[in-house]
């Protein structure tokens, strides 16, 4: 399957997303196959620390201490170069061990914003999404650190970036902070072809994403086996683009 086609595929997907079609988000989170993690009433899941390894090693979502991804794309009207870096620290949530990623985003050299997250796989290959701190650097005011949560603090609830065991349609949230962090994703397409600067990727994954606070946007991602994000786009709402130009590590 070409790029070109896993666009239409992902618009057509987008229809039934429009029309109300997206598959229910449940409280298990859609983690695979698994009978766990439990979940109690609403979304509240229930992960337990021992069934947590130290490296995150799925193969849509790796991160490799010291690898590092660059992207450029555009946000805000504006074209921007984003450095995702998995560093050597860890920080402990809910007592899971969970590795610190930095994503810092600049725009000519001014940095347009700055964001921690932290993230952790279970035994089963599942990648638990445990928080982020974020800072945005507007031209003019001042920071802004709204979209920051951490999983048990405020009553927010950790979520999944990326299953152990990706199908269609599957539908997952990826966070959980009531009014603050919402995000939702759906996975639309498996098999294909995308090439960027970065390279020909096959075996692709294609998610849309979605969050209730941002009702007019939806946005679409690509993975690829071994390296993660290849391609993130809005395929409703403000132009954004981000598409990996470089990978090392």
Known sequence: MTALAATALAAAALAALSAGLLPAVTARAQAGDQ??????????????????????SNPYFPLPRGRTWVYR?????????DRVHVTGRTRVIEGITATAVTDVSTHRGRV???????????????????GERTVAFPRHGK????????????????GLVMTAHPRVPQAYRQEYLKGAAEDTAWTVIRGGT???????FRHILVSLE???????????????????????RAVRGPAETARLVRITG
């Open 143 to 158: 920071p802004d650190r709204s979209g920051s949560w951490l999983a048990g603090r405020h009553d927010a609830e950790p």
């Open 194 to 200: 995308v090439t960027s600067r970065a390279g020909t």
């Open 35 to 56: 009978s766990r993690p439990q979940a109690r009433a609403g979304y509240e899941p229930v992960l337990d620390p021992a069934d947590f390894v130290p490296v995150v």
């Open 112 to 130: 347009l914003e700055r964001t921690t997250d932290w993230y952790a796989q279970d035994r089963r290959g599942n990648v638990w999404y445990l």
């Open 210 to 232: 979605f969050t209730r606070l941002e009702p007019g946007v939806i946005d679409q991602k690509i993975y690829a086996p071994g390296v993660g994000i290849v391609l993130e």
């Open 73 to 81: 794309g555009m946000k805000d009207g504006v074209t921007q170069v």
